[in-house]
């Protein structure tokens, strides 16, 4: 039985969503003069958009940072990309983050392949209309999370399926669903995570003398002169 993945290309005027068989564009409108509270209602007015198209589901895969990417957006991709994130964890969907790279390996064959490349490979592949790259790079992130479950959209050159092995997958998977490893050995979900134990800091005892000033060390004197 097939399972209910949705890629996402991350975008704030235009983020890709796909699902078997669709693709669409959502994004939103902004001025380099808008307000910080202003960018903040934007950001999460988007992100909330996103997830209802997303949400449920059983695996979102999303497209990681561009690290190299640089501009004025940046700072504010990166905080939709954290807010959606954020919100599908909030949901217990679990996440797969694919590099740029891996993507457009899996889609091309080639990881250092251009936007136009990933539409024209993708859309005859899976017989789907792409209208813009932002659809075309959701449909490829869709597309790995299917066949990383073992239920690939369609075939896709040994080449290409190396990427797979380049993705940052999800640890746990609801139950009773079972990670799969990219050479099919079934992982069970497990109950907990276990975590190694914290070794604790050894602190040297602390002890507290007062200061002694000047004035202090006049009026000891005084008396110890009285006392003689």
Known sequence: MNRIVRGLD??????????????????????????????????????????????PCDLA?????????????????AGLWWLVVDRLAALDIPVAVVTPSARAKYATGDGRAGKRAVVEAVGPRYGVALRDDNQADAYALLAMGHDWLDEPLAPVPAKNRQALARVEWPLLLPPPAVQLGIEGDDRPYPETVSTAPRKARRRKPRTEQAAVGPGQVDALALVEGAAA
């Open 10 to 55: 991350l975008s704030l005027t235009g983020a890709g969503i796909a699902g078997a068989g669709w693709a669409q564009t959502l994004g939103s409108k902004g001025k380099r003069t808008d307000t910080y509270a202003m960018r903040r209602t934007r950001l999460h007015r988007l992100a909330d958009r996103i997830v209802e198209a997303v949400a």
């Open 61 to 77: 895969v999303v497209e990681g940072p561009s690290y190299g990417s640089k501009g004025a957006g940046t700072w504010d991709r």
